[in-house]
């Protein structure tokens, strides 16, 4: 069994007893960016992965999810910003470069410019992880949407006069969490070793979330960014997937599928009894 894992800071908390062999898992671990865990998974090379909200969506024929456990918030993400040189009224036709990385970051960013901000920028792909961050400074743009540890970095560099956090502006907006990140099997996996991963994995949550200072010392290391601000980022996540997060869930997808972006389907799950 192969189980994908995010090389970002955000997924310490769900990794971090695995990782320190605290918990076993019985699989071996994949780590890439959450656009390449979703590619893996949907080609079969993965049995098991943290996957983008908008992936499970689109290919939810496939997939079941695993209960209780998603990476969340319920209010600022800190991760997932857009940094803007001018106001989000003043992008309507401006280029705003959008992170490769992460398809529900970009929807997302794509409900708040037509339905909230009422602006349509033009929008253009580009590659925004850490090492990638003074690249982008040369190239054309009025803002762009970063996420994880490299836009931990971005806002440390204050760069940009303008920052929108993405998680903040969806919880104005609707009222709900947002589900970033969920964890999801592939239907032909065997139940019974997915559901002996998913046991691991919710085990090794909860020494993750009972080790926050010991993350977050890793965090700064292997982010370059003060331990303060890791804790308070770390801290502020949410890894449930509680009747509340599923609301804004299926919100979200609810918004994407009336623009059919997503099919229209429900959720599964896989079965733990």
């Known amino acids: ?13 769900v990794y971090g007893g695995i990782d320190r062999g ?18 893996l998974l949907a080609a079969a090379e993965l049995d098991v992965s943290v996957v983008s909200a908008v992936e499970y969506a689109r290919n ?36 705003v470069l959008l992170s490769a990385s992460s398809r529900t970051s970009v929807a997302l960013l794509e409900l708040l410019c037509g339905d909230v901000w009422k602006v349509r920028p033009h929008f253009a792909e580009a590659r925004a992880e850490a090492g990638d961050l003074d690249a982008l400074e040369g190239l054309p743009h009025d803002a762009v949407l970063v996420i994880g540890d490299a836009a ?31 964890w999801a099997a592939r239907r032909s996996s ?18 993750g979330l009972s080790h926050l200072d010991q993350l977050a010392d890793a965090a700064a290391l292997t ?24 609301a804004g869930l299926t919100d ?20 733990v009894a």
């Not at 894992?5 to 908390?13: E, L, T």
């Not at 997915?194 to 090794?204: F, N, Q």
């Not at 979200?252 to 079965?271: C, K, T």
Request: proline letters at 6%; hydrophobic letters at 40%.
């Open 1 to 13: 069994m192969r189980v994908g894992r995010i090389g970002y800071i955000n997924c310490y908390p």
């Open 152 to 182: 931990l970095l971005l806002a440390a560099r204050h760069a940009y006069p303008h920052r929108y956090d993405l998680g903040e502006e969806w919880k104005r907006w609707t009222g709900m969490p947002f589900v970033f990140a969920v």
């Open 60 to 95: 939810a024929r496939d997939y079941v999810l695993l209960p209780d456990l998603a990476i969340s918030c319920d209010g600022p993400v800190r991760s997932v910003a857009l940094f803007s040189r001018r106001t989000v009224g003043q992008l309507d036709g401006r280029t």
């Open 223 to 246: 982010c370059n960014v003060r331990r303060a601000t890791c804790l308070q980022y770390l801290a502020g996540l949410d890894y449930a997937l509680s009747y509340k997060h599923l």
């Open 252 to 271: 979200f997808f609810r918004r994407l599928a009336a623009r059919g972006l997503v099919p229209d389907g429900s959720l599964r799950f896989l079965q």
């Open 190 to 207: 065997d139940p019974a070793r997915v559901r002996r991963i998913h046991k691991a994995l919710l085990a090794s949550r909860a020494w």
């Open 22 to 39: 605290v918990i076993p898992l019985p699989a071996d671990l994949v780590t890439g960016t959450p656009s390449e865990l979703n590619e």
